[in-house]
């Protein structure tokens, strides 16, 4: 069985970091795209940062500059490093794996249960 689990979420003060690691674990044969995710209340989950299994980085505009994706593929880990924080970017934040399982054809979508961010102002 695959799971990814989220960890670093909480609560700060605008203009400070934080830091979010997930973990992918399980009968994995390969993991592609890594990426984040956050969702706030009354709105859709959008896409945050993306990278995948060569480095390439993807973000969305309203974070470029302040946070940073990045992994490490022999832990099956991926991070998202968050300065100058702003009220806005209080959501839940899902990170999301592109995995090939043992024993099956084809990649596909694993999700996290999600972690806290809260950003106060």
């Known amino acids: 069985q695959v799971q990814v689990v989220e960890s670093g979420g909480g609560l700060v003060q605008a203009g400070g970091s934080l830091k979010l690691s997930c973990v992918a674990t399980g009968n994995i044969i390969r993991i592609n795209d890594m990426g984040w995710y956050r969702q706030a209340p009354g709105t859709q989950r959008e896409m945050v940062a993306t990278?995948?299994?060569?480095?390439?980085?993807n973000y969305a505009d309203s974070v470029k500059g302040r946070f940073t994706i990045s992994r490490d593929n022999a832990n099956r880990t991926a991070f998202l490093q968050m300065n100058s924080l702003k009220p806005e970017d209080t959501a839940t934040y899902y990170c999301?794996?592109?995995?090939?399982?043992?024993?099956?054809?084809?990649?596909?979508?694993?999700w996290g249960q999600g972690t806290q961010v809260t950003v106060s102002s």
């Open positions: 999301n794996a592109i995995i090939r399982r043992a024993g099956t054809y084809g990649s596909f979508p694993f």
């Open positions: 990278v995948t299994n060569t480095g390439r980085t």
